[in-house]
């Protein structure tokens, strides 16, 4: 039967079209229900399906019955929607696609559970289904149409499934008071989620996931500006009167925000209670600038939203924000007007108990700095006290001092390292799972041999005294090394990368999977990889006196390292030996070894020099940043030490060889691909971003030029102090931080001009080396392995806009890996420190107008000294213009030594801080007397109780 | 001399009309009087994804057109109007000498006369077609399409383009103004909520043939062979005439001429009275079970 559907769509253009689109019915749509003897079905292909008399524990509809959602269920109540107890649900189409198209994580969420077997979940196209199309009426408005569909397919339910099994009932649910008063007057079962969740026995879980109720009015005097509807915004970006970017809220303090403006490179400023409105890091918000006299700049404050404070109470720390506001230059600020679309997800975090006993509302206390606290409601406090939960945010009324929200599911006890991991990689969004069935398929089965057409398509250079070097511990290994001397006289030297593209074919599961995940990430204690651990850690690992397929570059090098030739293939290799970087140092000190691998290693090694000299000539960046290897239990898995990383003669020897072959491979795959090559670039920071490094370095007389890279590079070689070796450190990694982010891109979808990679001086980049824990190095291999003809091309490789996506999520699981790694060490850092209090000495990083940021060189910690009490009162003078904090005759400056001791502040033992007390300069009343580092007799890994 | 009566006089003709024409009771060829047309069917809403449409069929003569409403900007001198453009395509089908750019000259005529007939504030009021004075108005696209040639294009397509105009909806607009003054517009969700254009007041046009001492309306291919001069006129309901030409090489003595305008204003109201009489029918008739016009 066809129908056709007609409406009118306003184009970008602002033109008014009348699309119509032909619509056919059908009448051999099955019901779902598998003792239907009404409806075609085929039993064997359509499962999962309902179950033929589900389970009930509902008293308000007792008896078999299945569930209709509507749309805002779904969207609102997603969480119980996906407990495990709920299930046989009937999915409408006209909801799902509802859902579809108010919000795409949700929409994801359902088709997870539809997807899941165990969830009897069916999806019922009514919208193609003869008896319960229904056609829009005039005066009707979509929604009201859409009701009426849902109710006409229950109602249709109800018919249907009586004539099956008159015992069977379909229940509606829906928060919509005139919709559940119209479905009783059809006859049909309605209830509220709320009403129909109380029903059922023991569902004390459930009812805590139950989304509070947007529309509840919390009485009381609204406590921020209302946020303008839509239309006015949209309204507003038209004509330039508003600007929208995304939310990004400070890190050190709470009350205060940047918001990137979209399509362009500024910032705007936000700040205080008012300014924020009610946004949450990462909204898409509409903002409208300040007028210019108005304008204000970052307090220097470090402010925690600490205790809990009544709704009631006003805020005050706005007034402390502001006019502490010194004259220091004023920069572009505004006021957030709306909330164009909330980015919320779900968060991880812990409870923060209410001070009032027996109180059912709590407040939650979010892992990420960046998010407010939470009001949730729960009856199970006790229990959720000390556990990690993850907790979602349903609305944030203007009457309400913190966003509510409600519980989703709690993840393990705080402290726990599991649970602190599990934290970790949620928050950073990196895919944890393990690998699906369909993803092991894809591997090859063991015993793994080579073939003889293997032998005939690959360069066999077992005999090669070829060798890896890696840090210790390393299971993974993607790269291995060998030189030797021609008998011309020039060097061959080789690089041969685990031939992974060889195993992940381009569209098979395994290959989608590790296109996700993108990198393999690495927690202290922790490897998520990125493919299965047979690829990662034993055939794709190039270890010793072991077969392997591998992917070579060879140069033909003159003594002083010139490049004479270049030439990739795939072969077949043996490694002679797993090194590492240590033993590697060992052997070329070592005079008495005279074998093969040793002297290729110190072959390599002059020449990295002359090739690190190279680059260093031609402005390439040597930056500092911290890098910390814990000592870990072998019982406890806790860390008993902490040190730097030391750097070795041959790490810099890889890394050398390394980029060299990354560069070559960047060459040859942009000249044969210019369209479609999988490259990295590293922009040039904007000369802004220096300013606060030339201010500081100013300060100790020193001036830092940043014209170029050459010059940058050259101005810190010769920033140095005598008496402070530290000082050309911390100059390195302030400068770190004013760089940008090295990001993957598709050549044609980028200026040419664009290319270079700023901290390594190259005009060119490319992944090549490290294909096991790296997406980008596959998509290089495979690019290459075309360029040489030694493997067949596929559409989606040679597709830009395709390639620029994979780019886009790798930059993006790149990044967070980053985060996570980084936030790994702090939780151990913690764990260190949880019975420990050390003196130590550290370095004044910044100074702050109420704090020090003080860094320990031998942690490669960075802590907070606060220097004013709980009543904000403070013994120093702040310099605002000099960056320095004076108390009597003691002043301290940026840089300056200073000896701290650190502990764990226990005092809220929810929330445990590092803490940092000054120590050395001594000053009376404020600095701690120095301890005996004390390392209690406790066990370490001792729970912690409430 | 016989009125025109609706759409059902139609009388298989059987005399020979280079032989004797006219001869007994004014009677054309095919059985008609001077005065009758030949059956006509209508049928609007035929074209789904136009704003309005309409065919009509007058005996072999088959013509379709569709409305197109479309947001434009007012003419320079009548800031405060809508406009509506005629396009006629000559289908070679309809006739082998169409074929190329045979059927310009034609198409351009037929345009010409329409646009004329309706550039005129007694026939359509155009202001209701403004949206925003100066800005934007609706420009009403009327596509008129010859499928068949079977005489009397003239008045067919007249007739089809009122039926269309008759049929066409155009969404309802919502100006708002922002706080610096400029005018938005926004459409409405109900598609239903639509306005209709008011044709009581078109015209139709009436082409009357000379043939001999006579004239006659709605002349088939045959006689319009025969006629030498021709009296194009717009004529609205109420007997407004809002265009007159004259077609062909022939000439006309202003006696006839006159004679004529008299015959055509008397064709012209029964015209549009009994157009407008079944459009409002077709329109109270229950919802249409499926299109008819190309299904047949």
Redesign the interface.
Known sequence: MLKSKVFMLKTKKGSIMKIVREHYLRDDIWCGFLACELCSHDDEKQLPVLELSPPTSSNLCPGSHYLIPDTNVLLHQIDVIEDKSVTNVIILQTVLQEVRHRSAPCYKRIKDCIDDPGKHFYVFVNEFHKDTYVERLPGESSNDRNDRAIRISVMWYGKHLALSDDSLRVVLLTDDVANREQAKQNGIHAFSMKDYVKSLGNASDLIDKLSTDENKVIDGKPLYPEHLPLSQIQEGIKNGKYMQGTFQASRENYLEAYVNIRDEEHQVFIQGHDYVNRAIQDDLVAIEMLPEDEWTCPSSWVLEDEEEKGDEEDIKEDEIVRTSTGKKSKIPSGRVVGIIKRNWRQYCGMLQKSVLKGSNRHLFVAAERRIPKIRIETRQADVLDGQRIVVVIDSWPRTSRYPQGHFVRKLGNIGDKDTENEVLLLEHDVPHSSFSGAVLKCLPSLPWIITDDDLTHRVDVRHLPICSVDPPGCTDIDDALHCIELSNGNYQVGVHIADVSHFIRPGTAIDKEAANRGTTVYLIDKRIDMVPELLSSNLCSLRSEEDRFAFTVIWEMTKDAKILSTLFHKSIIRSKAALTYAEAQLRIDDKSMKDDVTEGLRRLNSLAKILKKIRIRNGALTLASQEVRFHIDSETHDPIDVQTKELRETNSMVEEFMLLANISVAEKILDEFPDCALLRRHPAPPASNFEPLIRVAETRGFKIDVSCGKALADSLDAANIQENPYFNTMLRILTTRCMMQAVYFCSGMCAKSDFPHYGLATPIYTHFTSPIRRYSDVIVHRLLAVAISADATYPELLDKHRSQSICNNLNYRHRMAQYAGRASVVLHTQIFFKNRILDEQGYVLFVRKNALQVLIPKYGLEGTVYLMDANQQTMFTYNEEESTQTCGDVSLHMFDPVTVQISIDSTNIQHQKLCMKLIKPVIPNFSVNPCQNITEDQPPNKKLKN | MAVVQGWKNWYPGRLGYVDFVFGLDNLRNDGRGCEDYRSLDLETDVV????GSSRVRLANTDILVGVK???GEPAADKPSEGRIEFFVDCSANAAPEFEGRGGEDLALAISNTLAQSYDNVSSLDKRKLCVIPGHQCWVLYVDILLLECGGNLFDAASVAVKAALFNTKI?N?DV?K???G?P????R????DCMRVDVAAAPCLVTLNKIGYHHVVDATREEESCTLARLIMGVTADGNVVTLKTEKSGSLDPESVFEMMQTGKRVGISLNNTLSAKLKQEETMAPKKGKKAFLR
């Not at chain 2, 789904?48 to 704003?51: D, E, G, I, L, V």
């Not at chain 2, 938005?184 to 459409?187: A, F, G």
């Open positions: 789904s994804n136009s704003s409403a479309e947001l969404p607009l708002t922002n706080e610096k400029e938005s517009l926004e459409l969700d109900d598609p239903f």
